[in-house]
């Protein structure tokens, strides 16, 4: 089982940037692909942004398109999703989830590898 952890989130005043990383170990995590979820108060966890297990397939959540970009470094065990212009709404606990072997589109994995999530604040 691959061990995700997240790392990167803050407090930021709104249209500043933020860079979140997912450190994978335990094993590679080359052959997964990754996705980022979010989580604010009261509400229910929704899909950001995912990433195939090559790095050749992104997938964005409208609300994020043009300001978010993920990436990864397999060398590195480690994916990254690149936050900028960032708002209030943005605001929530940032998780990672990994998919061994998933070869749909990034967006339709069943992610089933969980971190324990990273808080992001923006203040207006």
């Known amino acids: 089982q691959v061990r995700l952890v997240e790392s990167g989130g803050g407090l930021v005043q709104a249209g500043a940037s933020l860079r979140l990383s997912c450190a994978a170990s335990?094993?590679?995590?080359?052959?997964?692909?990754v996705g980022w979820f979010r989580q604010a108060p009261g509400k229910e966890r929704e899909f950001v942004a995912a990433?195939?297990?090559?790095?050749?397939?992104?997938y964005y959540t409208n609300s994020v398109k043009g300001r978010f970009s993920v990436s990864r470094n397999n060398a590195k065990n480690t994916v990254y999703l690149q936050m900028n212009s960032l708002k209030p709404e943005d605001t929530a606990v940032y998780y990672c989830?990994?998919?061994?072997?998933?070869?749909?589109?990034?967006?339709?994995?069943?992610?089933?590898?969980w971190g324990q999530g990273t808080q992001v604040t923006v203040s207006s």
């Open positions: 990433i195939s297990w090559s790095g050749g397939e992104t």
């Open positions: 335990g094993r590679t995590f080359s052959n997964s692909a």
């Open positions: 989830a990994a998919r061994a072997y998933c070869r749909s589109s990034p967006q339709l994995c069943e992610y089933d590898n």
